[in-house]
């Protein structure tokens, strides 16, 4: 595996992808507690959002009382990350499609892994 200097000092990016698809969720459990207020996060949340038709339970959110979604609460990777993600749109769609890694179904988790392929390969090129 390269590493260090033979990367130019650059992430390995298929390493990132392993730990991502296969590690996270022993990592970072998933963990869902009551009905709140909160912003989407895994499916319901860009870029999944428009591939992914919502299903009849409710969805994910992050607690946060600047949420527009009434949904079950789900626990994310750092408790600062809703707020930084409602600053960058960018950085709210890698952590949705991480959490979509962490506790998606079998179709969400594919498609997750598919876009953050795409994404982690087109921003290293």
Same mark, same amino acid.
């Given at each position: 595996m390269l590493h260090g200097s033979q990367l130019n000092?650059?992430?390995n990016i298929a390493a990132v992808e392993e730990f991502l698809v296969h590690g996270l969720n022993y990592i970072f459990?998933?963990?869902r507690g009551? &009905?709140?207020r909160g912003v989407p996060t895994s499916y319901p949340a860009e870029p999944l959002r428009s591939l992914i038709a919502p299903g009849t339970e409710p969805m994910p959110v992050w607690a946060i009382t600047d949420?527009?979604?009434r949904a079950v609460s789900f626990a994310p990777l750092y408790k600062a990350a809703p707020i930084?993600? &409602?600053r960058d749109s960018c950085f709210h769609a890698y952590l949705a499609l991480a959490d979509a890694l962490r506790a998606g179904r079998?179709?969400?988790r594919k498609l997750a892994e598919a876009v953050l392929h795409k994404r982690l390969r087109t921003a290293n090129a």
């Open positions: 000092h650059r992430p459990p998933s963990e009551k &009905l709140t949420g527009d979604v930084a993600a &409602l079998a179709r969400e």
